[in-house]
């Protein structure tokens, strides 16, 4: 499963999956923020999260711990995934989950 994102001529964010979904955000949400990078991220993996439960009918990721959704979210500038059984708990960074 591929997944490309990319800036349009208007500043607008727009992330696909294997060509087909897409989903955007404008881009000045992000302007004037020095940690721009974690909050695109996060968008980033809930867009192609909403993607892949859209075309493939899939709840992914899941926690191994839980066989629940995740959820991405920011904790402390960083982007995470994040399981809300057991009070909530952190998976792990978006993009290096195992
Ligand atoms: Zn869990």
């Keep these: 499963m591929s997944v490309v994102w ?7 964010w727009w992330v696909s999956l294997l060509g087909e979904g897409y989903d955007s955000l404008e ?30 009918g899939l709840v992914w990721p899941v926690c ?11 904790e402390h500038l960083n982007a995470i995934w994040t399981c809300s059984a057991s009070g909530g708990h952190v998976v792990g960074p978006v993009g290096k989950l195992a």
Excluded: K
Excluded at 64 to 70: E, M, S, T, V
């Design 27 to 56: 881009q000045d949400a992000f302007d004037g923020d020095e940690e721009f990078g974690q909050p695109l991220i996060s968008w980033v993996a809930d867009a192609t999260q909403e993607m892949v439960m859209a075309m493939e």
């Design 6 to 12: 990319e800036v349009d001529d208007r500043g607008d």
């Design 64 to 74: 191994i711990l839980h066989d629940l959704g995740l959820h991405a979210n920011i």
